[in-house]
């Protein structure tokens, strides 16, 4: 299979710049440079950016040259976005978070270089700019583009209006400096995209090729990764590794071959038998724990998703011995939580946070050995419920039954 045809495959090409002929052409044929670019709003990047990553290391492992762009001048404006203007961030900031960025991107694709479109913008002044790059695109194109036409009711600066003429001139520049005749991004960034493309053949009469991903969903239809507004940070002291997996087994079957597709390097045939193995028994999770530990793997290492394998099914079992708090915690997100204060007999436990019903309830739960505290089952109703129990001193684990977990924090 092609390179072509394993990214139509995967369903990774959406909009294309030009004739799709000659972009098979040219991901087909001889090597080649291209560019992909992120602004840097954090110092690292999440889960949401790992297509892009993935797309890039695809076409690098295929002979193809990659360019990171990291908008250390973008990111001190901010691309619109759908509803109001991003906030401004500090230069400290700023370069803070592409230190960040660019060390999580060497990690994840090596063969990647890294460029700062800072350097070729700081010493620009205005007027050259204007003069060299404004008179070549036409106001009523730029109205046209669907971002900007979506904030023209609510207003939009300036400042934000122009950011597609420099992303426009960042392709020119890389185009010219770093021969680099392609560009990749998700379909957001189409209008930046194709703007970048008619500089390139209005100025220098060069042909530029460029293509877009879809960008990928959960099955709410939230951006992939975007859970209740907490990114899942790259950086794993921010996101711990075990969290990315929790995240990613808990995929829907719905959405998992797609995502085998776009977030793994399995080829065809092992994706489709590992599909087929789902579809024979989706209670067993095959394709979603295979998806949730090549991703680890890829971010952090094997040795991490081993051990993002082994908390998961520590976690399943209810046996605690050797995990942190941390990934206790990520692992039981959503549990029913209460605050211990007082230290009381087990019973009164179980009754005033809703774990039984009455006292005689919570008797019969105990006797009948349905009732474990931080993975021991407890047959003594008279057993106090001490602060000393808690793990690291931070919660006591209770579990009515093989499934009800409640946590008390202290």
Partial sequence: MTLYEDLKWRGLIKDVAGEEADLQKILDG??????????PTADSLHIGHYSSLCMAKRLANAGHHPVLLCGGATGRIGDPRPTAEREIISEETVNKNINGIRAQVQ???PQAELVDNYEWTKDYTFLNFLRDIGKYINVNYMLDKDIIRRRLETGITFAEFSYMLLQG???????????????????????????????IRKVVDGTAYAFTMPLILDATGKKFGKSEG??????????????????????????VLEYLKVFTFLTKEQIEDIYA?????????IAQKTLAWEIVKDLHGEAEANNAVQVSEKLFAGDFKGLSVNDILTGMKGVPTFKYTEELPLVDVL???????????????????AISINGEIVNDETKIITKDMA??????????????????EL
């Fill in 30 to 39: 001889a090597p080649f440079s291209f560019y992909w670019g992120t602004d």
């Fill in 351 to 369: 009754v005033n946070n809703k774990m039984a019903s009455s006292k005689r309830e919570a008797r019969e739960f105990i006797k009948n050995n």
């Fill in 391 to 408: 793990l690291e001193g931070k919660v006591i684990i209770f579990r009515r039954g093989k499934k009800k977990y409640y946590l008390a």
């Fill in 277 to 285: 193995q789902h579809l024979a028994a989706p209670e067993k999770r």
């Fill in 107 to 109: 990690t994840i694709v």
């Fill in 169 to 199: 001139y960042d392709f020119l520049h890389l185009y010219q400096e770093k021969k680099c005749i392609m560009q990749v991004a998700g379909s957001d960034q189409w209008g930046n995209i194709t703007t970048g493309v008619d500089l």
């Fill in 230 to 255: 907490n990114a899942l940070w790259l950086n794993k002291e921010k996101t711990a590794p075990y969290a990315i997996y929790q995240y990613l087994i808990n995929s829907d079957d719905s959405k």
